[in-house]
Structure formats: C-alpha cells, structure tokens
C-alpha cells in the first residue's frame, strides 16, 4: 500500500490532538455469516500516532471524513463505514463498522469468495 496520510481535526471525544496519521493498511477483519454487516480496521503507524499520547483518533470527524473520500476515490462507499464502539478501538488501528454495501464493493474489488 502506498503512503497515505489521513488528518485529524481535534474534535474527537477521546482527543484534541490536530495531526497527521500515517495509514499502513485496511483490512476487513470480521464479516457477519449474513454478509451485511463487518469490522474495517484502519492500521496506522503506531510510532507516528501514540494513543497513550495523542489520544484515540475513535469519534475524530476529520479522519472519518478523510477516511471516507478515500475510500470513495477507490471505488468503496464511504457512507456505509462509520466508528465502531470504543471497546473495540486498538493502539495501532481504528476500528470501523461497515455494511452491506460497503462490503459487496470490496468483495467486487478485491475478488473475494463469500
């Protein structure tokens, strides 16, 4: 994956930290038996963003609306992707719940067999 660089905005409930975030890959890491509904882990560079620093980028409306443009320029509806609960944020990723049609593009995309 090339270089990707999301922004936060500071407006987060878990921090007010206005950075930069060094994306190193997205991952689908659960898929429901029914296939409309599944986790989007987004994994940043841990030494770039330190939750125990920074804070967690989890409820940051900049990030979510960079994430989301990104996703749209590759061809992924960016409006089925949304923060998923707190618990289930990590230290090096963000952790996002994802949809039906989220999931039928990214299968279409990456040639997954359901």
């Given at each position: 994956?090339?270089?990707?660089?999301?922004?936060?905005?500071?407006?987060?409930?878990?921090?007010?930290?206005?950075?930069?975030v060094e994306i190193?890959?997205?991952?689908?890491?659960?898929?429901?038996?029914?296939?409309?509904?599944?986790?989007?882990?987004?994994?940043?560079?841990?030494?770039?963003?330190?939750?125990?620093?920074?804070?967690?980028?989890?409820?940051?409306?900049?990030?979510?609306?960079?994430?989301?443009?990104?996703?749209?320029?590759?061809?992924?509806?960016?409006?089925?992707?949304?923060?998923?609960?707190?618990?289930?944020?990590?230290?090096?990723?963000?952790?996002?719940?994802?949809?039906?049609?989220?999931?039928?593009?990214?299968?279409?995309?990456?040639?997954?067999?359901?």
């Amino acid at each position: 994956m090339q270089t990707v660089i999301f922004n936060t905005s500071g407006n987060g409930l878990w921090s007010n930290t206005k950075g930069s975030v060094e994306i190193t890959d997205m991952q689908v890491t659960y898929v429901n038996d029914e296939r409309d509904f599944g986790e989007l882990c987004v994994y940043f560079n841990d030494g770039h963003w330190d939750v125990n620093i920074d804070g967690l980028i989890y409820t940051d409306k900049g990030f979510l609306d960079e994430l989301r443009m990104f996703l749209e320029q590759h061809g992924l509806p960016g409006a089925d992707v949304h923060y998923s609960e707190q618990g289930m944020q990590g230290d090096d990723f963000v952790s996002f719940d994802i949809g039906k049609k989220f999931l039928t593009a990214w299968d279409a995309k990456f040639a997954v067999v359901a």
